[in-house]
């Protein structure tokens, strides 16, 4: 049986301290108290860009003005395989915070602990080091 892919968006949200706002992914869901960068899937037709738009409206509450593709990983699961876009969100309106009511925090970039994030996120978390 063919694995269900999912293409994902995510943004590196970065402060002129060099502090990124991550989020903790939700108890019920897959990969549930993990920490992450926020974000989430790409509905049919849509740009990777235009949906970490609307996902970091969504979910932290900000209005990206300037974003730049960062990198991108392909991982795979048991049950799915995923394409991530990870984006620098260095400009935006509003502050970021748990809008869906997920816990959120600023962490020095420097500080940040590979093995907190999901496998797909690790090397993520290892570039920005």
């Known amino acids: 049986m063919e694995k269900k892919h999912l293409y ?3 943004g590196i949200i970065r402060n002129n301290d060099q502090q990124i706002f991550i989020t903790e992914r939700p ?3 897959h990969m549930a108290g993990y920490w992450e960068f926020p974000g989430g ?3 049919k037709g849509e ?3 235009d949906a970490l738009i609307r996902e970091l409206e969504e979910e932290v ?3 990206v003005t300037e974003c730049e593709l960062f990198h991108c ?3 795979e699961f048991d049950e799915r395989c995923v ?3 990870f984006y620098m969100v260095s400009c935006w309106k509003n502050e970021p915070y748990g809008k869906e009511g997920q ?3 600023w962490v020095d970039q420097k500080d940040l602990v590979a093995d907190e994030f999901p496998p797909a996120n690790r090397v993520i978390v290892e570039m920005l080091k």
């Open 83 to 85: 394409t991530l876009y």
């Open 8 to 10: 994902i968006a995510a």
């Open 73 to 75: 990983v392909e991982h």
């Open 27 to 29: 108890s019920g869901t």
């Open 103 to 105: 816990k959120g925090r």
């Open 61 to 63: 509450g900000i209005i």
């Open 41 to 43: 899937k790409l509905e």
């Open 47 to 49: 740009q990777p860009e």
